[in-house]
């Protein structure tokens, strides 16, 4: 599975933003789809997963009420819809792919990943 992300920029507090990942190579069908972020200095930190086959959605407590995630069957693409910024929410962006039909929140149980979309969030 080849993931390609893209979306970030520069974007004031408050503001909206919606970042894309493109999946291709097979289907993603039976996978869970999630989005980590990397701040300068800091780890790798979930944001939000779903999971494919029925949409089932599980997000960070520092995002829940202002990111939505979700995808897009016929474009095999999962989104992040992210509102309400802040400057907090500035990193860099990965989504990931997981095989196993169950969503999990640490960056190690995902086998593929994208490249990565850089957001910055000014004050």
């Known amino acids: 599975v080849q993931l390609q992300a893209s979306g970030g920029g520069l974007v004031q507090a408050g503001g909206s933003l919606r970042l894309s990942c493109a999946a291709s190579?097979?289907?993603?069908?039976?996978?869970?789809m999630g989005w980590f972020r990397q701040a300068p200095g800091l780890g790798r930190e979930f944001v939000a997963a779903i999971r494919w086959s029925d949409g089932y959605t599980h997000y960070a407590d520092s995002v829940k009420g202002r990111f939505t995630i979700s995808r897009d069957n016929a474009k095999n693409t999962v989104y992040l819809q992210m509102d309400s910024v802040k400057p907090e929410d500035t990193a860099v962006y990965y989504c990931a792919a997981d095989r196993y039909p169950y969503i999990a929140i640490h960056a190690s149980a995902y086998d593929y990943w994208g490249q990565g979309t850089e957001v910055t969030v000014s004050s």
């Open positions: 190579g097979r289907t993603v069908s039976n996978y869970v």
